[in-house]
């Protein structure tokens, strides 16, 4: 796999960052995944998240409709593990349950505008953020403009090919990979759950 010698890393990088895919950045092969425009072993990458996380001062999960509705077998496991993972780390969720525009003001505190989501960045001061169960090219869009206009470092955990834009991106991950970060977050917080 060619290497690109852009990095994806927290902003602000600007009013129209690049598209990490026009700068060379690629999707990661099975097995591998994203760490701030390279490909990494996922198991790498896992851990890597796992510390981003339970550094942060304020992470918060972004959880999008494809996990937030029980619309398929394997659902609602996958969201109790995420919520698991969530009271693991200590993270605060404010779900994007779908993606119409929320004008003319929304409730940075309470919901994410997919189209403005560096508001609720800003409104709640997160330093860490995941994506998960949001579509890919809305998942794509809201992490290029966090990139953009924050110092957010964003993880996405993605059921397909994975995130370009993220700094941190997962592919083809399910319920396998929450519980695996969660016991790396158990682990490197010295094997207590708080």
């Not at 993270?91 to 309470?110: F, Q, S, V």
């Not at 470092?153 to 995130?163: D, N, R, S």
């Not at 319920?175 to 490197?188: A, D, G, P, S």
Request: hydrophobic content about 40%; charged content about 25%.
């Amino acid at each position: 796999m060619r290497e690109s010698s852009y990095k994806v890393l927290p902003g602000p990088e600007g009013y129209l960052p690049p598209a990490a895919a026009t700068m060379g950045v690629m999707l990661p092969d099975p097995g591998q995944a994203i760490m701030e425009g390279e490909s990494v072993d996922r198991d790498i990458a896992l851990r890597a998240a796992a510390r981003k996380l339970i550094e942060a001062r304020n992470p918060v999960f972004f959880p999008g409709p494809l996990i937030l509705w029980d619309w398929k077998p394997g659902v609602a496991e996958k969201a109790t593990a995420l919520k698991e993972l969530a009271e693991a780390v200590g993270a605060k969720m404010i779900p994007m349950p779908d993606y119409r525009p929320k004008y003319p003001m929304i409730n940075p505190a309470i919901e994410v505008n997919p189209n403005h989501p560096n508001l609720t960045i800003w409104h709640n001061k997160i330093d860490v953020c995941l994506f998960i169960g949001v579509h890919c090219h809305y998942a794509n869009l809201a992490l290029k403009i966090i990139r953009g206009g924050t110092d957010c470092y964003t993880i996405a955990v993605c059921a397909e090919a994975g995130h370009e834009e993220a700094m941190i991106s997962l592919r083809d991950a399910g319920l396998c990979e929450l519980q695996r970060l969660r016991e790396l977050v158990i682990e490197l917080k010295g094997g207590k759950n708080q």
